[in-house]
């Protein structure tokens, strides 16, 4: 059912029929708000916002074309359950997954779409597809992560910073959380920088940003791209940059 559905967004969105409908789970989080706020001016429709409560019976039933999760680590089990019910993709924006939250993901990619994303600022998954080249090209230079958010930010080091640690060591780097260096200060919109070094120059990777705007419409961005007819399977935030239409032959 869910990969029809989406298909038949592909559909009435080419044709320009309507907006792709949300459900955002954390609506009412930083993140979550921030997408209820920006999705209409992004071309979407926030048909089910679920906050940290009880779901209202007036939007329990609504149907919606993906599921945006901006909760906690404790509603990813909350937002995998409804996904799996209506059959619909799920983007995954939660920080610091613990292994049974990562396992409900999983077990979700043989059904649906499934795409999970530490950070969905477009800048951010830019930089992330240059890290691998850079560190071929400098093998010999010795490299440096660090990471600025704001103090109420409580994983340490962020999910971004995990994630460029990832980058890293898939191209063949020894390093590990232990070598980020993380700052929280104030309200930090959040800042990523990596130095690759040898004695004689130095190479700045740095991204910051500076609303927190691009984060929801980051999200909002991807989930669009979800919704065009993508199969069954396990997405991440680099695949959104190809802007080629998706494989034909989706179908029940």
């Not at 916002?49 to 209202?56: A, S």
């Not at 191209?171 to 993380?182: F, K, M, T």
Request: with cysteine; glycine share 8%; net charge neutral.
């Amino acid at each position: 059912m869910g990969r029809t559905l989406t298909k038949n967004v592909r559909e009435s969105l080419d044709a320009g029929f309507r907006p792709v409908r949300l459900c955002v789970v954390g609506a009412d989080g930083r993140l979550g708000s921030s997408i209820v706020r920006h999705a209409a001016s992004q071309g979407c429709e926030v048909t089910r916002p679920i906050g940290r409560g009880e779901e209202p019976d007036a939007t329990r039933e609504r149907r919606f074309d993906v599921l945006v999760d901006a909760s906690t680590v404790d509603g990813v089990h909350r937002a995998c359950k409804i996904a799996e019910a209506h059959e619909m993709p799920i983007l995954e924006c939660v920080t610091g997954l613990d292994e049974a939250a990562k396992s409900a993901l999983k077990a979700l990619e043989s059904k649906i779409p499934v795409l999970i994303a530490s950070n969905t600022s477009l800048g951010i998954a830019t930089v992330r597809t240059l890290l691998g080249a850079m560190s071929n090209a400098l093998d010999d230079w010795s490299v440096s992560i660090s990471e600025t958010h704001h103090s109420g930010k409580v994983d340490r080091p962020s999910g971004t910073a995990r994630s460029i640690v990832s980058d890293l060591r898939a191209a063949g780097r020894a390093v590990d959380g232990s070598h980020v260096v993380s700052h929280r200060e104030g309200d930090a919109v959040g800042t990523h920088e990596i130095v690759f070094a040898n004695d004689d120059e130095r190479v700045v990777v740095r991204h910051e940003a500076l609303n927190r705007s691009v984060f929801a419409i980051g999200a909002i961005r991807a989930a669009k791209w979800l919704a065009v007819g993508r199969a069954a399977g396990r997405y991440v935030i680099a695949d959104t940059l190809d802007r080629s239409d998706p494989p034909a032959g989706v179908s029940d």
